[in-house]
């Protein structure tokens, strides 16, 4: 459909076919690879605008590198990337609408305007935020392939065994906790999702772990991905109290540790505009640093 509308993006295209908003010749169009032939009449209807207002709200902001097409930035833990339900204002968002005016206004979206990824309230770490429509439907396009790179570091309980892995199992909504997400059959629900994973210190052994400094690479990208896989192996994050079920360790820095430990320490991609390369990378912020130097002192 792009093709036949030379100003319409792949990425819009697609989304306005999920979304309904295409008729061909009066019958609706359902299929993304469908193709219209010269002759046919084609209408696509605009998505109805919700009554949305998103007030900007300065704050800082750690920015690790902006121009005109986007920026990256290294977003603190307990900060909510967007508005969603019962959540209006203090998010990223409000901040970014602060920082970048009225042109960052409906990039992507009214409700969630530059947001092409994002990563939970309480994991810290880099986030790439478009600034024009051609950034977001690039990176969009690349986050859909998965050439984007992304790494994480996690602390968690005990020691993952192999040291080095990949977990390849599909994830889906709880069938009965909406808000969590399991293991689950692509039958049922489940989307393939695969982590690569590798243990980069384990505390005060492998052998007798209390726990373990584990980085991740996200082959895909499934909500609370990484906090679902380690908890099938058996090691869930250290202050994870949604996935880690109230699991204690004979060492009190692991049980008082406020959130979960997880950070985005890793990304990398195309640049939608100049075609290069960009790598960043973020060191562990105050917290998950102190728990890891509490960490390096353990004696069996």
């Given at each position: 459909?792009?093709?036949?509308?030379?100003?319409?993006?792949?990425?819009?295209a697609?989304?306005?076919?999920?979304?309904?908003?295409?008729?061909?010749?009066?019958?609706?169009?359902?299929?993304?690879?469908?193709?219209?032939?010269?002759?046919?009449?084609?209408?696509?209807?605009?998505?109805?605008?919700k009554?949305?207002?998103?007030?900007?709200?300065?704050?800082?902001?750690?920015?690790?590198?902006?121009?005109?097409?986007?920026?990256?930035?290294?977003?603190?833990?307990?900060?909510?990337?967007?508005?969603?339900?019962?959540?209006?204002?203090?998010?990223?968002?409000?901040?970014?609408?602060?920082?970048?005016?009225?042109s960052?206004?409906?990039?992507?979206?009214?409700?969630?305007?530059?947001?092409?990824?994002?990563?939970?309230?309480?994991?810290?770490?880099?986030?790439?935020?478009?600034?024009?429509?051609?950034?977001?439907?690039?990176?969009?396009?690349?986050?859909?392939?998965?050439?984007?790179?992304?790494?994480?570091?996690?602390?968690?309980?005990?020691?993952?065994?192999p040291?080095?892995?990949?977990?390849?199992?599909?994830?889906?909504?709880?069938?009965?906790?909406?808000?969590?997400m399991?293991?689950?059959?692509?039958?049922?629900?489940?989307?393939?999702?695969?982590?690569?994973?590798?243990?980069?210190?384990?505390?005060?052994?492998?052998?007798?772990?209390?726990?373990?400094?584990?980085?991740?690479?996200?082959?895909?990208?499934?909500?609370?991905?990484?906090?679902?896989?380690?908890?099938?192996?058996?090691?869930?994050?250290?202050?994870?109290?949604?996935?880690?079920?109230?699991?204690?360790?004979?060492?009190?820095?692991?049980?008082?540790?406020?959130?979960?430990?997880?950070?985005?320490?890793?990304?990398?991609?195309?640049?939608?505009d100049?075609?290069?390369?960009?790598?960043?990378?973020?060191?562990?912020?105050?917290?998950?640093?102190?728990?890891?130097?509490?960490?390096?002192?353990?004696?069996?």
């Amino acid at each position: 459909m792009s093709a036949a509308v030379p100003d319409l993006s792949r990425v819009r295209a697609q989304k306005l076919i999920a979304e309904g908003h295409v008729i061909l010749d009066g019958k609706r169009v359902t299929t993304q690879t469908h193709k219209a032939a010269q002759g046919q009449t084609l209408h696509i209807s605009a998505a109805p605008t919700k009554a949305w207002y998103l007030k900007p709200e300065p704050m800082a902001l750690d920015i690790v590198f902006e121009d005109a097409h986007l920026l990256v930035l290294n977003k603190p833990a307990g900060l909510v990337v967007h508005p969603g339900a019962g959540v209006r204002s203090g998010t990223l968002v409000n901040g970014l609408l602060a920082h970048c005016g009225e042109s960052l206004t409906g990039i992507g979206g009214v409700e969630r305007p530059g947001i092409v990824h994002r990563i939970d309230k309480d994991t810290s770490g880099l986030l790439v935020v478009a600034k024009s429509q051609k950034a977001y439907d690039g990176l969009v396009v690349q986050f859909a392939d998965h050439s984007i790179e992304r790494v994480y570091q996690a602390v968690v309980f005990g020691c993952p065994m192999p040291l080095v892995g990949s977990i390849d199992k599909p994830i889906g909504r709880h069938p009965q906790h909406r808000t969590i997400m399991t293991i689950r059959q692509e039958t049922r629900g489940g989307k393939h999702a695969v982590t690569h994973y590798k243990v980069r210190a384990a505390h005060p052994n492998a052998q007798d772990a209390v726990a373990s400094v584990v980085e991740c690479q996200l082959e895909t990208g499934r909500t609370h991905q990484i906090r679902v896989h380690l908890t099938a192996l058996g090691h869930p994050l250290v202050g994870d109290k949604t996935y880690s079920k109230g699991r204690q360790s004979r060492f009190s820095p692991i049980n008082s540790f406020p959130r979960h430990a997880l950070h985005a320490a890793k990304l990398g991609f195309i640049h939608p505009d100049t075609g290069k390369l960009l790598t960043f990378e973020a060191e562990y912020p105050a917290d998950i640093g102190g728990l890891v130097s509490a960490m390096e002192t353990m004696h069996s």
